[in-house]
């Protein structure tokens, strides 16, 4: 028996991309921990647009702050919004929790540290020369982010509006955002399991997560409301900062707006689903046509089991429930599989 996820390991609940005052947020770092801890959630990782800042502080035995922020980079040369155009995001987060390097600082972009006259107490590293919206330089910033100490994610392609082959070009990201609920609630769009096939029939060796990108805009309560919509199930060998960051590099983890994946397993060529109640539940391979299994009307499924093509390109496990809500798995591909002719 192979566990891609396996049932005797803990997972906890984590929102990885979230805003404060520190940026464009309504919210504190103490409060969006109260927030989300009386929610269930284990794991928050605080991403402030071009703004590094550790939130240890905020640390118990029960509550991890991951270090982390927000970088974008866009077409324009100072860095200003255009609704119309091109332009890639990514999350940065370190492998040290005191960790609160800014890669290759370009003063257009950092308008929130130069609010708060914080410009001259960040450490800035790398490369300060203008930003470039173009492959190269993406994939040189993906480089320096790495090399000073975080491992990079990439995030809401839809909101992005970036070209696939873009996309497709960039190297070194350890996972993909599946569904990012801020730009979720505005478009019901921004869950992207079409382009995180391509990119695994691509042979790109990325995982997938969510986050709610909150701003806290709205009241909790209120149909606008960013928060608490998708989040990502992180299944670490322990409860530390190392271990919940070598899991998430290692794609020991999993994707949900909702539903709870509690066990996929193999034994040789057949794979095993257990997950909670749901109205579908999928496996693709990279084909045509996924291996799938749908409920009666009215009635939920909470367990497949499904013979792999040996030619699978890659294997993941998607499950959606009644209200219309996605969990998915990262892409598994044959050299993990072991799958036989």
């Known amino acids: ?68 922020y927000e970088c974008y980079i866009r077409p324009d040369p100072k860095g200003r919004y255009d609704i119309y155009a091109k332009e890639v995001h990514l999350n940065l987060f370190a492998r040290d929790p005191m960790n609160e390097k800014l890669v290759c600082c370009n003063e257009w972009y950092c308008r929130y540290l130069k609010r708060d006259n914080a410009m001259d107490s960040v450490q800035r590293v790398g490369s300060e020369r203008p930003r470039e919206y173009s492959r190269e330089y993406i994939n040189e910033y993906i480089r320096t982010a790495k090399e000073y100490g975080y491992i990079v994610a990439y995030n809401h392609p839809y909101w992005s509006m970036e070209d696939e082959a873009d996309i497709l070009s960039y190297e070194g990201l350890f996972s993909f955002e599946m569904c990012n609920y801020n730009s979720y609630v505005v478009n019901y769009l ?32 209120h149909p606008n409301s960013d928060s608490f919509g998708a989040f990502t199930m992180i299944c670490p060998e322990e409860f530390t900062y190392d271990s919940v960051i070598d899991a998430m590099e290692k794609g020991e983890m999993y994707s949900s707006m909702g539903p709870m994946i509690h066990e996929v397993s ?64 990262r892409g598994f591909f044959p050299e993990e599989l072991e799958l036989h002719e």
């Open 266 to 329: 193999m034994d040789g060529n057949r794979i095993h689903i257990e997950c909670s109640e749901v109205s579908h539940i999928f496996v693709y391979m990279g084909s045509k046509k996924p291996a799938c299994l749908h409920a009666a009307e009215g009635e939920n499924l909470t367990s497949a089991d499904f013979d792999l093509n040996p030619y699978a390109k890659y294997v993941r496990v998607s499950v959606l429930d009644s209200k219309g809500r996605w969990a998915d798995t």
């Open 1 to 68: 028996m192979k566990y891609l996820i396996s049932p005797h390991k803990k997972q906890y609940k984590a929102n990885l991309h979230c805003h404060s005052i520190l940026s464009d947020g309504r919210k504190t770092p103490e409060e969006l921990k109260e927030m989300y801890k009386s929610h269930g959630y284990s794991i928050l990782a605080i991403t402030d647009h071009e703004r590094p800042v550790q939130h240890q502080d905020l640390a118990d035995p029960d509550f991890l702050p991951l270090t982390g």
């Open 190 to 221: 921004e869950h992207n399991g079409m382009l995180y096939d391509k990119m695994l029939t691509a042979k790109m060796h990325i995982a997938c997560h969510s986050g709610d990108d909150n701003h806290n805009a709205y009241p909790l309560d």
